[in-house]
């Protein structure tokens, strides 16, 4: 039996300092799915008419704790730094996973092909609610790229998966998994279909970041989320037309703690997001080395 689908809402983008992005997750519908607590997709990059933002990197730096911050490159470029001195040049096809554990200063900035006009990107930027007892380990980063991200080919030529997150069958990412989070990028070639079998006890949605689909027998459109409701065990998904699509699919059991989320700090209470914040400006996260 096919699952329901739930919800679905449309394309919603805004810029953001020259950056066009769209917030999947949350929504003012959803605002979690498994331990998924954000999902954006950036989607084009305009050259800033402002000669001294040409080189951000380092210039934007972040706190983050409590939450795993995953980055997958489907197109473009981008540069990676953080107070625990990791640096990664990270292109299309790469993707990049940080554990903020107990505390760590970030920053990324994108580095796009210039272009007249605008240069097309496609990046998705997830992030992972941690268990609270995994909220206090050391912070750890982790870059792959291209064949190092377990792919599968489809039977029936119908295109193929790359397991980002959790596994497909037999094949398993390289990455630790706390709430049985799974995370893919599925692309179905023009004119085929591709179902699969989820998890009884897992939740799940999906997003189109290119072209439209049929999903589950639901027409959908490029931009679209998709959420997933808990019956039936059956996610199907068509390409639409004579284009190819693809899909980023992601979910995971769902985290039976409090949650609370301010900036980048990903809490179980009031009282440990105040404690975040002391901790940083005590200087306990270190700082990113100067670029």
Not at 251 to 261: I, M, N, R, T
Request: with cysteine; glycine share 8%; charged share 20%.
């Amino acid at each position: 039996m096919k699952k329901n689908v739930r919800t679905s809402l449309p394309n919603q983008l805004t810029w953001i300092n020259d950056v066009e992005v769209q917030q999947v997750l949350p929504t003012k519908y959803v605002r979690s799915v498994g331990p998924f607590i954000l999902v954006d997709h950036i989607s084009s990059w305009r050259q800033s008419q402002n000669k001294s933002a040409k080189d951000m990197l380092g210039k934007f730096p972040v706190p983050r704790r409590g939450a795993i911050t995953l980055t997958y490159i489907i197109k473009g470029k981008i540069e990676h730094i953080d107070s625990k001195g990791n640096y990664a040049s990270l292109a299309s096809g790469c993707m990049q996973w940080l554990n903020a554990g107990f505390g760590i200063v970030c920053d990324q900035a994108i580095k796009p092909e210039f272009k007249n006009g605008e240069a097309a990107i496609s990046i998705i930027r997830a992030w992972i609610n941690l268990p609270s007892k995994q909220k206090s380990q050391p912070p750890a980063c982790l870059s792959f790229c291209n064949n190092e991200i377990p792919k599968v080919t489809l039977s029936k030529n119908a295109g193929w998966i790359r397991i980002l997150c959790g596994n497909y069958g037999n094949v398993q990412a390289q990455l630790p998994s706390y709430s049985k989070q799974c995370l893919y990028h599925i692309h179905i070639a023009p004119a085929q279909t591709f179902s699969m079998m989820t998890g009884e006890d897992q939740e799940y949605a999906a997003f189109l970041p290119t072209n439209n689909a049929v999903i589950n027998e639901l027409p959908c459109q490029r931009g679209e989320f998709i959420l997933f409701s808990s019956s039936g065990k059956i996610i199907e998904i068509e390409s639409s037309g004579d284009l190819s699509t693809d899909i980023i699919l992601f979910g995971g059991k769902a985290l039976s703690e409090p949650l609370v989320h301010e900036d980048g700090f990903v809490m179980n209470s009031p009282h440990e997001i105040t404690q975040a914040y002391n901790d940083y400006y005590d200087g306990k996260y270190g700082n990113i080395p100067p670029t």
